[in-house]
C-alpha cells in the first residue's frame, strides 16, 4: 500500500469540496474523473460529522484519492486516504496554531491514525476569506515575513506540507515561486482564486500542488479545464 506521504509528494493538481456546500451527483462525477491526482475534503465552516461522511461516501464511488482536512473533532470521519491537521501560522492567537489541535489530541490521541496524518502550515494571506475571519490571521505581511514564517514551517517544524492559502483571490505567484524556492524538504501547496487555465498554469508553475476550489460551484467548466492546464504545464516541463 502506498503511504500517505508518497501519495500527496506526486499531487500536481487537486479539488478541494466542501460539505457544506451542495454539489449535484453529475458535477461530482465530473470532478471524481476529471484526471485530477485527488479530492480534499475541508471547508471553513458549517463542517459536521454528518455532511463530511455523506460527501465521502459519494467521492468514494470513484477511484480517485480523497483525504480530510481536519479542522474539528466533531468531524473526524474514519475511512478516508489520509488527513491533513492544519496549523495556521499567523493566526490571531493560538488557538488555530496549536491550541484546539492539542484540545483534539488530549481527547482522540490514541486513537489517531498516525500513518494517514500529515501536518499542513498554514499561511493565509487573503483577509477578506472566511479562514481569515475565524482565525483572525494577520495576513498584512510584508513578502520577507511570508518566506520567514515559511522557513520557520520548514526548517524548525519540519512540516510536511505548506498551505498558501489565498482562498477566493488569485495569490502573487512571484512571492509563491520564492517561497518554494526557499523549502528544503516541505510540500508547498497553493490555494487561492484559480478559475482559468492560465491561472492555473501559473500556479503549478510556481507551487508543489495546486487546489482549486471555489470555482467548482460557480463554473463547473472551467473548474475541468485546470486539470488539463496542469498536465499540459507538466509535460512541457514546467512546474517542479
Ligand atoms: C480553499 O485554497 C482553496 O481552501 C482553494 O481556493 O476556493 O479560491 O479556489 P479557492
Not at 488555530?96 to 493565509?124: H, K, S
Not at 481569515?132 to 494577520?138: G, I, N, P, Q, S
Request: net charge negative.
Amino acid at each position: 500500500m502506498i503511504a500517505f506521504s508518497d501519495m500527496y509528494a506526486a499531487w500536481r493538481h487537486v479539488f478541494k469540496l466542501d460539505p457544506d456546500r451542495e454539489i449535484p451527483d453529475e458535477a461530482l462525477e465530473l470532478i471524481c474523473l476529471s484526471g485530477t491526482d485527488a479530492i480534499i475534503v475541508g471547508g471553513s465552516s458549517g463542517i459536521t460529522y454528518d455532511n463530511t461522511v455523506e460527501l465521502l461516501a459519494r467521492i468514494r464511488r470513484f477511484e480517485v484519492p480523497c483525504a480530510l482536512e481536519l479542522t474539528g473533532a466533531d468531524s473526524a470521519v474514519p475511512g478516508f486516504d489520509g488527513y491533513f491537521v492544519p496549523m495556521v501560522l499567523n493566526a490571531g492567537s493560538t488557538e488555530w496554531l496549536v491550541g484546539r489541535q492539542a484540545e483534539a489530541l488530549a481527547e482522540y490521541g490514541a486513537f489517531m491514525p498516525w500513518e494517514l496524518t500529515a501536518g499542513q502550515a498554514y499561511l493565509i494571506l487573503n483577509g477578506e476569506c472566511t479562514a481569515a475571519t475565524v482565525t483572525e490571521a494577520r495576513t498584512q505581511l510584508e513578502s520577507d515575513e511570508v518566506v520567514a514564517y515559511s522557513q520557520l514551517a520548514d526548517r524548525l517544524w519540519r512540516a510536511p506540507v505548506l498551505y498558501m492559502e489565498y482562498s477566493g483571490m488569485f495569490g502573487d505567484m512571484a512571492l509563491v515561486r520564492r517561497v518554494r524556492d526557499s523549502l528544503q524538504q516541505a510540500r508547498l501547496f497553493y490555494g487561492g482564486g484559480i478559475a482559468t487555465p492560465e491561472q492555473a498554469r501559473a500556479a503549478a508553475e510556481s507551487a508543489h500542488t495546486i487546489v482549486v476550489g471555489n470555482v467548482i460551484y460557480s463554473d463547473l467548466r472551467a473548474a475541468l479545464a485546470t486539470v488539463g492546464a496542469v498536465k499540459r504545464a507538466a509535460c512541457a516541463g514546467g512546474g517542479v
